[in-house]
């Protein structure tokens, strides 16, 4: 059993509106090893883009209200975020959703490294030749540095930002989204460099936040369903798409159409409804109303208890 | 019903338009009634621009589309309107199509005030109930509600059923179903295929293959605005010919299946190459290749 | 089941549906619009000190009896009882023509200030949504407009007729104060016409005017209003530099013309404040609360600027 890298327990993080508190991530506990890839997967509205981003850095409408998150068994002060900024390209990083868009368009890439890196008190000298050695690895020429980011592609920009992110060598990475908005070659080729940033030790573990199952599929090790704030289910990746236990994960899985499939042969369902508010949530298990397998115990809230090795699930009838 | 020949679009760019971008090159294909066509492509490829010249939202630089053999470029004006009796559009961005500030059913509102003005409240209603119906959504549910209040799959659907109102026969489906989240695209797509089986024509614009997969009869695989590959979708996706087509096969992320190392196959340098008929109902850009 | 926990203000009476044509404002938005409207200091504060102008300019020639260009009273008087602002050198009353004034400022305001926002707006919209040659001819317009020392044009303007009024001063200031709203409307309405709501309005048959007064238009009701509240502004400062110079109306009275006759009747070196501070204040303090309102109201609709 391979280290634990981070560990997260029992963490709230709600938004403040007008109208309340939206209970966006509510009572999260998971834990991710050392070298494990675990992609997050879930609809809109499931909390998973509030995980990542709270992982690192609350933004001004996010409030932290219990919980603690634990990497290489130090605490991160998640809540502030002056103290988070000694963490943040060193132990854990981000590579945000809109990447391509993430990089300043009035400074060279080179100078928007070394300001970089100068803030985090390294020196531009003497990492400038890991730094060429990785764009080499994702086949950038080294004298991008001395361009402007209009001057990239959407694909080498894309890129470029995971370079950047990693350059520090962090304990985890984040890829929120990254594969989105890009076309399917490019897609494959991005999930693989990530893939290769793990198996070459630039990060230790990485989390892969996205809504598509069989993207994260092919990439991580484990998959981590979560719905309407709380994690439904968390499996090896095999064991969760071959043998989902949680009716979410099963209808989800179900629903997804593959090439080869096709409408005449085998119709696919959706899930019908819509998830709960997060305003005022329902009480007990909060896929209940969409549950094909609801009965009343359904209205207590079932734990995320593991059923087999490495195997945790939200639902009363699966455990 | 909807043909295409010979259709391109070339943009003029720069300053004072010295340069040109060609967006779509010489595409041609067509849609028959209760028929679903899939036009597949990466960013780039020209399918939205097809779309929008179909929709008549994009002029068309050379080339002819025809519906019923009337070429759609000439019609204006009270022409025009009627033209949009006959085709109309569904596109990617579900909280973009709605202005904001309005209602939602305002859509409805519209096409009541351009096409069906001396219809009576009541039997207005009663159209818009069944059109609902026919998109499985509950009046109740979607009437009298801002778009905000509503969800992405939701919105997909009421703006189909604002085509249906208009007794169309064919609909422009641009990504419709791209920002939706996975248990709500399915539902769509089914409701795609039960409209084709009451014979409406579908050109179903998308950069998902298995999208196109699950839903389309006939499929265009679309790169740099000009077709590589087409046919019946079975024959397509079941024998790729093109070195691009087998690529973007190769490079979709399958559920049970994980990626497999793809040899580089050298893609033609031409774009633009013509189509050869490979086999019953499959063409190939530049023939068969070994 | 819908996300159903917003408050749903409108009656959604069973299968019942809007088939108005109408525009209906968002009504959380326009409640949530007001609530901050409330809420923040600097419209409230800037809105009560133009009403009470206003206020002034409406009642207050009503409480004078004569004219203010009368000589109603003995000449330089301190302000006293009888004379609220005290009299000018001729003996005419300060606070008559105080009020008159402020009528004229107002006039000027909202006629400059409408026609400028109408020829802006139009020129904006037409130029944004046809584009091509159309929007480069209007472009140029609005750029030789707008390099056109306004100033120096009104003034060669003015001195060549004799008799000048409020209302051609006002169309004059009008005519020029519009260039920057056509390309701030212009600009706006490029984004806006891109987006996927104009599409299906085309796809309804609908025509380009009413798109653009139907569907652009509202979506940018609360630039639009601004944008008239910063030409209101603009033309009564404009106005009160013409009529400073002496340029202004030849016949009535406006806060501008107050400080012209107070300057050219010495009442500076005399000492007679009563005559000039009060329109200069006036006038600085009425397009300060203008120009305030309009940061106010800027926090107001746009959310990313307000106080959370």
């Known amino acids: ?319 | 019903m909807l043909t295409l020949h010979g259709v391109s679009k070339v943009y003029k760019t720069g300053v004072f338009g010295g340069r040109e971008l060609t967006a779509v090159r010489d595409v041609s294909f067509g849609v028959q009634p209760g028929e679903v066509v899939s036009l597949i492509g990466e960013s780039g490829s020209g399918k939205t621009t097809i779309g929008r010249m179909v929709l008549r939202l994009t002029s068309v630089s050379a080339g002819t589309i025809t519906l019923d053999g009337v070429d759609v470029a000439t019609v204006k004006g009270g022409g025009l309107k009627d033209y949009y009796r006959k085709v109309q559009g569904v596109f990617q961005d579900p909280f973009s199509s709605y202005n904001p500030i309005f209602k939602a059913d305002r859509v409805f509102a519209m096409i009541k005030d351009g096409y069906f003005p001396g219809v009576g409240a009541g039997e207005w209603r009663h159209k818009i109930g069944a059109s609902l119906e026919a998109v499985r959504l509950d009046p109740d549910q979607v009437l009298g509600k801002y778009p905000h209040q509503l969800s992405g799959g939701q919105l997909q659907r009421m703006l189909i059923a604002r085509a249906l109102l208009l007794d169309i026969r064919l609909l422009v489906a641009d990504e419709i179903i791209s920002m939706l989240d996975a248990s709500t695209r399915i539902d769509v797509l089914n409701l795609l295929a039960d409209l084709k089986a009451r014979g409406l024509g579908i050109l179903f614009v998308t950069h998902d293959l298995s999208l196109g997969n699950y839903v389309s009869d006939k499929t265009v695989i679309l790169r740099r605005g000009a077709v590589v590959e087409m046919g019946a979708t079975g024959r397509v996706f079941g024998n790729p010919l093109h070195p691009y087509t087998r690529k973007l096969l190769a490079s979709v992320p399958q559920l049970h299946r994980k990626w497999e190392p793809l040899e580089a196959e050298a893609e033609p340098a031409a774009d633009g190459q013509a189509l050869v008929q490979a086999e019953d109902d499959h063409f190939v850009a530049g023939g068969v290749r070994g | ?308």
Request: neutral net charge.
């Open chain 1, 1 to 319: 059993m391979s280290t634990v890298s981070l560990r997260v327990e029992h963490l709230k993080v709600w938004y403040r509106t007008l109208r309340g508190d939206v209970q966006a991530l509510d009572d999260v506990t998971f834990a991710v090893a050392d070298g494990e890839i675990m992609g997050l997967a879930g609809e809109s509205g499931s909390g998973k883009t509030t995980l990542g981003k709270s992982l690192i850095r609350l933004d001004g409408r996010m409030r932290h209200v219990d919980g603690t998150v634990e990497l290489d068994g130090k605490e991160l002060p998640i809540w502030d975020n002056g103290k988070m900024n000694g963490f943040r390209f060193k132990e854990v990083s981000i590579i945000p959703q809109y990447a391509m868009s993430a990089m300043n368009p009035t400074r060279k890439i080179g100078l928007l490294v070394e300001d970089l890196l100068e803030s985090r008190g390294v020196g531009f000298a003497g990492l400038k030749a890991e730094l060429d050695r990785r764009l080499e690895l994702v086949e950038l020429a080294p004298d991008v540095l001395d361009r402007y980011p209009i001057e990239l592609s959407g694909g080498m920009k894309q890129r470029m930002v995971m370079v950047l992110s990693t350059l520090l060598n962090p304990s985890l990475l984040i890829a929120d989204e990254v594969t989105s908005a890009l076309d399917v070659s490019t897609q494959k080729a991005v999930a693989e460099t990530l893939v290769g940033f793990r198996d070459r030790g630039f990060v230790k573990s990485m989390i892969v936040i996205t809504h598509d199952v069989s993207l994260v599929y092919q990439i991580a090790d484990t998959i981590m369903v979560m719905y309407a704030g709380k994690l439904a289910e968390k499996a090896p990746t095999d064991v969760l798409v071959g043998a989902p236990r949680h009716p979410y994960t099963q209808a989800l899985i179900s629903s997804l159409p593959e090439v080869g499939v096709r409408y005449d042969d085998k119709r696919l369902t959706g899930i019908p409804g819509t998830p709960p508010s997060l305003l005022r949530p329902p009480v007990g298990c909060r896929f209940r109303d969409r549950c094909p397998l609801a009965f009343d115990k359904c209205l207590e809230e079932p734990p995320f208890v593991e059923i087999e090795p490495d195997h945790f699930v939200a639902c009363w009838k699966a455990s």
């Open chain 3, 1 to 308: 089941m819908t996300v159903s926990d917003q408050e749903d203000l409108v009656a959604s009476a069973p299968a019942a549906p809007a088939v108005t044509a109408a525009p209906v404002t968002s009504m959380r938005a326009s409640r949530e619009a007001l609530y901050f409207a409330r809420r923040n200091r600097k419209l409230v504060g800037a809105l009560a000190v133009v009403l009470l102008f206003l206020v002034v300019a409406a009642v207050g020639p009503l409480l004078t009896d004569h004219g203010p260009n009368e000589y109603v009273g003995p000449p330089a008087q301190r302000p006293s009882a009888q004379f609220w602002f005290g009299t000018t050198m001729f003996g005419q009353d300060v606070f008559a023509q105080f009020t008159h004034g402020l009528r004229a400022t107002f006039l000027v305001g909202l006629l400059g200030g409408g026609l400028a926002a109408i020829i802006g707006m139009l020129i904006g919209f037409t130029a944004g949504y046809r584009g091509g040659t159309v929007d480069e001819l209007l472009n140029m317009l609005t750029n030789v407009v707008l390099v056109i020392p306004t100033l120096a044009v009104l003034l060669i303007i003015a001195t060549y007729l004799r008799v000048r009024g409020v209302i051609p001063e006002a169309i004059f200031i009008g005519l020029f104060s519009w260039p920057w709203v056509a390309r701030a409307i212009r600009a706006q309405t490029f984004s806006l016409r891109t987006r996927e709501f104009v599409d299906l309005a085309k796809l309804s048959g609908a025509s380009g005017r009413r798109i653009i007064f139907k569907e652009i238009a509202p979506n940018m009701s609360s630039y639009l209003f601004m944008t008239f509240i910063l030409l209101f502004g603009s033309s009564v400062l404009i106005a009160a530099t013409l009529d400073f110079i002496g340029l202004g109306p030849t016949e009535g009275i406006s806060l501008g013309l107050m400080m012209n006759n107070a300057v050219l009747w010495s009442a500076l070196p005399l000492g007679m404040w009563w005559w000039f501070v009060p329109p200069g204040l006036g006038i600085t303090i009425i397009v300060g609360a203008l120009y305030i309102m309009n940061v106010g109201l800027d926090e107001v609709f746009n959310p990313k600027l307000r106080e959370m």
